[in-house]
Nanobody, 124 residues
Framework: QVQLVESGGGLVQAGGSLRLSCAAS????????MCWYRQAPGNQREWVAT????????????IKGRFTISTFTLSRDNAKTTVYLQMNSLKPEDTAVYYC?????????????WGPGTQVTVSS
């Protein structure tokens, strides 16, 4: 079982920045990728960005050039893995609950795990 905890959300004015964190209770060796999704009120959850354990990143078009997903950061005891989402030039339409997603390797069951989400609100 992998637990994910997001943090860093909040209220920011348009044009501002936030950095979201996602801490996973596992090591990089158990993962294939970590992703960020978001869900605005009344909308379906949508994919935002992915980073794979071999360092590849992908972004949805709406945030490309404004958001950056980091590579994996290990805790000193190698018990946790953290990924960040740096969000710049925020727009009101970026307002949503942001969720972290982790995908495990076949030896860890090819499973997906989700965090509880963190609210990002961008005022105009």
């Amino acid at each position: 079982q992998v637990q994910l905890v997001e943090s860093g959300g909040g209220l920011v004015q348009a044009g501002g920045s936030l950095r979201l964190s996602c801490a996973a209770s596992t090591t990089v060796s158990s993962l294939t990728a970590m992703c960020w999704y978001r869900q605005a009120p009344g909308n379906q959850r949508e994919w935002v960005a992915t980073v794979t354990t071999d360092g590849r990143t992908r972004y949805t078009g709406a945030i490309k050039g404004r958001f950056t997903i980091s590579t994996f950061t290990l805790s000193r005891d190698n018990a946790k893995t953290t990924v960040y989402l740096q969000m710049n030039s925020l727009k009101p339409e970026d307002t949503a609950v942001y969720y972290c997603n982790a995908q495990t390797t076949p030896s860890w069951g090819n499973r997906e795990y989700w965090g509880p989400g963190t609210q990002v609100t961008v005022s105009s």
